[in-house]
Structures are given as C-alpha cells and as structure tokens.
C-alpha cells in the first residue's frame, strides 16, 4: 500500500538525483597560494612585444612587390588567416621567403624580424618597406560570458578588462571573484585568481594579456542550482503526479 511515508522517500529519491552537481574547470585546492606563487609570471611589461613563435602564421608585405610578398597587406593580394595566403613558422623556427629562402624569425619580435627582412631585400630593392603581421595572434576567453571564444589580438598591449569586453561582458550568474587567467610558460601553465568585485589593486588585477592565455570566468553555485531546478520540475511535477494516482488506485 502507498502511505505518505512511502511517497515521501520516492519524492526524497527524486531530489537527490535531481542535485547532481555540473561539472567545474580548473578548480585548485588554494587558490591564494596559487596567486602567490605564479603571480611573479602575470606583472605588467610596458616594454612587452611579442615574439615569434614556432607555428606562427605570418603574412609578409613589401611595399611595391606584391611579386615578392606573401598575403601583402599593401595591395589586392591582402589576405587573413582564413582566406588569404601566408608563411607558416616552421618547427626549426624558420620561413621561406621568395628570393631569400629560409629564414630564421622564431624568438624575434615583429620588428625585429622585419629589420632582418629588410636587410636582406636590401641587396635587390632600395630602401624597401616591409611588414610582417602574425596572423594567429589570440587568446582564449571561456566561461560565464555572452560571447566566449577565440579573440583576434591585433597589438601587443592587451589587457584582462579589455578581453572580458570583447567577449561581451560577464554574464549575469558569473563569478567575478575568481577570474582565472593561465599561461603557458616553458610547457608549464601558470595561473592567477583575480577579484574584479573590487577596485583596490585595479591596476594589477586589470592584468596584461598575451597571446596564447586562457581568460575563464565561472559560474557561481546559484547558477547550478537554477538549471537544475528549471530541468527537473517539469519531469519532477509529472513523477509525483503519476506517484499520487497510483496511490488513489490502491485506496
């Protein structure tokens, strides 16, 4: 015989099925040590300028000599990642170049490496005017914001505000406390926690970004609990209006 004891456990069963927790990322056990010891690897570079990495793509522009550039961005044969034609960096850290050949950039900045170019053009073209641009220039920005994603960095001074903002703000169950930002540094990830529900210490928190880091922005627990809720009291209702018709057929 179904008794109210009886349907009070199958309710009981329901909601605990029913509170599974979603799944985290990048979850540490101290968040303050980890600011602590990788915050050496987050400080501010006025002077910062990326350099050259093995699997950059680049496009490479000489001023008057689309015949000689790749993906020129001085001409019709301007191009980008996705469409146009480029030099990728290969694992030896060189490119080939038309009329030069191979050439070393990896470990050079930008305008470092377009110095060594026009060194070397110099000999056919007088006083040539070259550009590189690195097309895969990006960071990864993932998490409780309105448009997560990849997002094209177009200078080198970037910063964590600016990113947030790109990817349409935090959304509104977002955990602005505990802002995670990683980076890679030789194959090891280092990581921060940024609080960005206060203004002291904004500008460390508001952090430089480079190329290649991940921005993750979690959700707070209410959200967990409003998704489940949303997605089990519908199918929750139906249980226990099924529960109380078989327990009026057993009257």
Not at 53 to 69: A, E, G, P, T, V
Not at 132 to 159: H, S
């Amino acid at each position: 015989m179904f008794t109210l004891k009886n349907i009070t456990l199958l309710l009981l069963i329901i909601a605990s099925l029913s509170s599974c927790t979603t799944q985290k990322m990048f979850e540490s056990a101290n968040n303050s040590l980890a600011y602590q010891k990788d915050s050496q690897f987050f400080k501010p570079d006025p002077a910062y300028q990326y350099t050259i990495r093995k699997d950059d793509k680049l496009n490479l522009s000489i001023w008057d000599n689309d015949d000689l550039s790749v993906g020129s961005i001085f001409g019709i044969y301007n191009s980008d990642q996705g469409y146009g034609k480029w030099v990728m960096v290969d694992a030896k850290g060189f490119i080939a170049v038309p009329k030069i050949g191979e050439i070393k950039v990896e470990g050079l900045t930008v305008s470092a490496a377009k110095d060594s170019l026009v060194k070397a053009y110099s000999k056919w073209i007088v006083k040539p005017i070259i550009d590189i641009k690195v097309l895969n220039k990006e960071v990864t920005v993932i998490g409780d914001l309105r448009a997560p994603g990849k997002i094209a960095l177009e200078k080198d001074n970037n910063t964590l505000i600016e990113l947030i903002g790109k990817a349409g703000d935090m959304d509104f169950y977002a955990d602005k406390s505990k802002v995670k930002v990683i980076r890679m540094v030789d194959n090891d990830p280092k990581y921060i926690t940024v609080d960005l529900t206060k203004m002291d210490n904004y500008y460390e928190k508001n952090i430089q970004i480079h190329p290649g880091d991940v921005i993750y922005v979690p959700s707070k627990k209410g959200k967990e609990w409003d998704k489940r809720a949303g997605a089990s009291i519908i199918p929750a209702t139906a249980v226990i209006t099924s529960i109380i018709l078989i327990a009026s057929l057993f009257k």
